[in-house]
């Protein structure tokens, strides 16, 4: 068995419109890496090779708080270093942590000969989330760790669905250079809705669910409507409505924000109008002053997986 | 072009669980028959050849105001009988005034040559719908106009989507002899919900859907669940909770309240679990001294028809 091994998760969407802490997918690219090593020291060793801004401290970083939540569910006591290769960067709505997290222990979980099921990890990498976000949300968690259009069913207990969808579906990611923190974005929706609002944000995730199976790209584009969190968020990305009014034009089956923002997505049917989805984007924020990455991507059918 | 004509409609069961507002199927039966006839008076008329309670005054019937919609969009001034042989008791929870409205606009559209194709006949038979329970919503007259298992996307403007479902589902129905007001029961419902409530709800009718669409019965069964009416609704109906228990045990996948009640509902995936879950229902209204009536229904692919 090897002492090393190289991880790759991939970035995420979640919330995808109307479901809000219930559904995300999984990202062609960018992919975040992760090197994961045994070390004799019986503790968690933190070290960043990337650019992005980390917690060195094991008790703060989120992949070793999920890598102590698996080694403690397994009962075993054995160090590990991290060596962050990190090209998701945080903060940018797209699943960072949880790529952090699902790599973490999916590359321990490999070096010590797989005594779990992947799909069981759920439950660590969320403990490493948690502290990330603040709540107990899958919907990074569990297409960065499964791949495909996840839906999660119930909390408790976690109950994850993976949907079918049409193979051609092209996602159109915007990443504009802004900090939205997950934790404050949270605090920003309310505690109770209206009723109304919640029976329209069932119509639609339903709906979103029905078009998906069905390949049906009309209903999935008319879907693409959140009532509780799209409108507190939006008023945080400047250009908001403007851009959705240019991404409507240009025949992009719908559009939301990704996660807690400040990242935004779109959905086609083609990569033509995908990538004309992206030069509209791009040049929305840069008139707003605001330096953007985009990527064009389809849903990732693998989640996090051995580089090498 | 006959002077006369009689039509079916098929009960239905809304809300459907978490399909609160949402969702609704036909039943094979009970069906419900109305004659319609026209006449010379330019007015509507109303006759009642069953048992059942029904407005005579045609300001209050809901199949008359539903004509007189119909007739107001399409700009006519005729007069019709309806002579009801009323199949559904009114206050069933199972959809009666639903099917009245709808065998009304579906009759008068008939006998008029069919200036309106069935699906736009909707927003007519919702007008009459809305003196019956107060609101517009359209989980019963959706299914019991056009047959199948839908889900109304939203309300504004109007979408419905037929969903695909396994073709061996099997609805056990039972009609307790108790008296629930459609417009009183509403009434239970808060006007602001728990988002965590909210949340519940949408994994589940996302579920729901998914479990429909890919014939995956556990999956329908586990997403029964209502966060909205249930809690508030299952009071007033005296044993439901042992009812819900010896179902769970009988082997069903899912039981809820049928509509706003007292109906109560179970889906198998066979015909014989479906006939004991119709005994289960009928020793358990016994027990608290209700009398009722059960039936045992495959999903309807048909709606409101011709009968003869």
């Not at 989120?62 to 054995?78: C, F, G, R, W």
């Not at 945080?90 to 005594?115: E, M, R």
């Not at 799209?230 to 992009?252: A, M, N, Q, W």
């Amino acid at each position: 068995m090897s002492d090393s091994i190289r991880i790759a998760a991939p970035a995420t969407v979640s919330n995808v419109g109307p479901g809000f802490d219930l559904m995300g997918f999984a990202l062609e690219q960018p992919l975040d890496i992760l090197k994961v090593k045994r070390n004799k020291q019986n503790t968690i060793r933190i070290f960043n090779e990337s650019d992005a801004t980390i917690p060195l401290d094991p008790f703060k970083n989120v992949s070793s708080v999920a890598i102590k939540s698996l080694l403690d569910t397994l009962q075993i006591n054995e160090g590990f270093d991290l060596i962050f290769e990190k090209k998701i960067n945080p903060g940018s709505g797209i699943g960072s942590s949880a790529a952090s997290c699902t790599a973490a222990v999916y590359g321990v979980n490999q070096l010590l000969g797989k005594p779990m099921e992947t799909e069981s990890l759920i439950d660590s990498a969320l403990a490493g989330e948690f502290i990330a976000s603040g709540s107990l949300h899958a919907d990074n968690i569990a297409p960065a760790l499964l791949g495909g259009f996840i839906l999660i069913r119930s909390y408790n207990p976690i109950d994850i669905i993976k949907l079918t969808y049409p193979k051609n579906l092209v996602c159109t990611l915007v990443h504009p250079d802004l900090v939205i923190n997950t934790k404050e974005s949270r605090k920003l929706i309310p505690e109770k809705i209206e009723l109304n609002a919640s029976i329209a944000q069932s119509g639609n995730i339903a709906a979103l669910v029905a078009g998906l199976n069905t390949n049906n790209y009309a209903l999935i584009g008319r879907s693409l409507i959140d009532k509780i969190a799209e409108p507190h968020r939006s008023k945080f990305i400047p250009g908001y409505d403007i851009l959705r009014k240019r991404l409507s034009d240009c025949g992009v089956l719908g559009m939301n924000i990704s996660g807690s923002g400040p990242s935004v997505f779109a959905l086609s049917d083609n990569p033509e109008t995908a990538a004309k989805a992206a030069k509209i984007m791009e040049d929305t924020f840069l008139e707003n002053n605001i330096k953007s990455v985009t990527y064009v991507s389809g849903v990732s059918q693998v989640g996090t997986r051995v580089l090498d």
